[in-house]
């Protein structure tokens, strides 16, 4: 079973907009991870946020988690079009990846 | 520090060959994990060891698939035999247990 699930599945947006990325996922957790993919790479990690976190903020990123929905948000302010690529969630260590949100950034 | 090195970058081979996939993880990373890409069914996670020892084996699809890793440097993916479902991107990814995780770029597999 998938741990982290995001949402929306595709979202396109102009550039300088501010992006928001939704996760859900099953069971508890002691940390989420975003991720981001770009096309035809590996996986990049983004930014780590702990069970007692409720926000956390890296440069233009901003993770929020709510442990009593089971979900997290990530929010890409003044998108850029090199923010364009797939971003996903974890939260089983590694075990379990959703099928990412694939993020548009049109010039 | 080099980063996860996965080799080949591409592979392309025929229906009932072997393949070989090769991961050397981080100098100090004691978690291995590799995952298969799709676009049907997205990052599945194969296979996790952690110290060398395989702990979750329960994603690798067949007994056509195997992973080793003999020592703390070097792990195999392999295929015996390769059908043309197994056509995916096969990535490695290491970490320190209970860390983020750094994947390696992957290797393009094609059975034709």
């Known amino acids: 079973s998938q741990q982290g699930e995001e949402d929306p599945q595709a979202l396109s947006i102009q550039e300088g907009e501010n992006a928001t990325m939704n996760c859900s996922y099953k069971t508890s957790i002691n940390n989420l991870q975003w991720y981001r993919q770009n096309s035809g790479r590996g996986l990049v990690h983004l930014i780590l946020i702990r069970s007692n976190e409720r926000e956390k903020h890296s440069g233009r990123l901003r993770v929020t988690l709510d442990t009593s929905k089971k979900s997290s948000s990530l929010l890409i302010t003044a998108s850029r079009a090199a923010d364009t690529a797939s971003y996903f969630c974890?939260?089983?260590?590694?075990?379990?990846f959703g099928k990412g949100t694939h993020l548009i950034i049109q010039p | 520090d080099a980063g996860v090195i996965q080799s080949p970058r591409h592979e392309v081979t025929e229906m009932g060959q072997e393949v070989t996939l090769r991961c050397k993880p981080i100098?100090?990373?004691?978690?291995l994990f590799w995952y298969r890409q799709t676009m049907m069914r997205g990052l599945e996670l194969l296979i996790y060891f952690n110290n060398n020892v395989p702990i979750d084996d329960s994603g690798m699809p067949e007994d056509r698939f195997s992973a080793k890793m003999p020592n703390a440097s070097f792990s195999t993916l392999k295929i015996q035999p390769s059908e043309p479902r197994d056509s995916a991107v096969y990535f490695c990814a290491s970490s320190r247990t209970g860390e983020k995780l750094f994947f390696g770029s992957g290797t393009q597999l094609s059975v034709l």
């Open positions: 100098s100090g990373h004691n978690s």
């Open positions: 974890e939260g089983a260590d590694g075990l379990t």
